[in-house]
């Protein structure tokens, strides 16, 4: 009897190959759809840091208000004004400039202190003087400390003078001298002065007046020469210092 042949089995199907992404990948490629995205959450210490800014200019803003309403006050009740100068007289007893440029002066002067408050009342520190002329030093002297009371006007005389003072030959001072036979006059006052309130006083503040519109000459012969003050301006500023600046 005749054997019966049987076929094989089939052979076993092979996966598909996966064919290779697309290049670039998409984002569903590269990430996983169930990752959940990240959103930053809000730091706390940021908010405090807010909360602090916030407070800080706040507190600025009410101090600012407080000390406007005190000056506000302060005006009102005191009513202050600054002191005013004013140069009452200036005698030339000396002029003069040597063939070696060099300059001796001496000069009598007189200014005078007024104190304008109803309430205030003011203590200057030794004042130091100097005259100047075209940038030329022509004179220095000091005035002893001294006090202007409330509505009260002080007379301060004092000599203001240079020995030997060496000038420059191509200065204005000797052409002036040669042609006009008189130089402009510049004075400048500092100090340092304090104001009393009642019974409170202020810290020392330092003050600068110049005084402008001032010509003297030389004196003839031995009789001193009169400068007229007539025309003499006298400014006061605060010399207060903010950093670097002097304002």
Not at 170 to 178: G, I, P, Q, R, Y
Not at 224 to 229: E, G, L, P
Request: net charge positive.
């Amino acid at each position: 009897m005749a054997e019966k042949i049987y076929p094989a089995a089939k052979p076993t199907a092979t996966a598909a190959p996966t064919p290779n992404p697309t290049f670039p990948a998409t984002k569903a490629q590269l990430y996983n759809h169930s990752r959940p995205v990240y959103r930053p959450q809000p730091r706390r210490s940021r908010s405090i840091c807010c909360s602090c800014c916030l407070w800080i200019t706040f507190t600025i803003i009410i101090l600012l208000l407080i000390a406007a309403a005190a000056g506000g006050v302060f005006y009102v009740l005191y009513r202050p004004h600054r002191p005013t100068f004013s140069v009452s007289s200036l005698h030339v007893s000396q002029f003069s400039l040597t063939a070696s440029n060099k300059l001796s002066t001496k000069f009598n002067f007189t200014i005078t202190a007024r104190n304008p408050n109803k309430k205030i009342s003011f203590y200057y520190d030794p004042v130091t003087v100097s005259f100047d002329s075209n940038g030329v030093d022509v004179g220095d002297g000091t005035v002893p400390a001294f006090t202007t009371a409330k509505k009260n006007t002080t007379v301060l005389r004092t000599v203001v003078s240079v020995t030997g003072q060496r000038v420059d030959d191509n200065s204005e001072l000797k052409s002036d001298l040669k042609s006009k036979k008189s130089v402009p006059l510049k004075i400048q006052l500092d100090t340092k002065v304090k104001a009393k309130v009642g019974v409170f006083k202020s810290k020392k503040v330092p003050i600068r007046v110049t005084c402008d519109g001032l010509k003297a000459a030389a004196p003839a012969r031995k009789t001193a020469a009169t400068v007229s003050t007539a025309d003499a301006e006298c400014k006061v500023d605060l010399r207060i210092k903010i950093w670097k600046w002097t304002v």
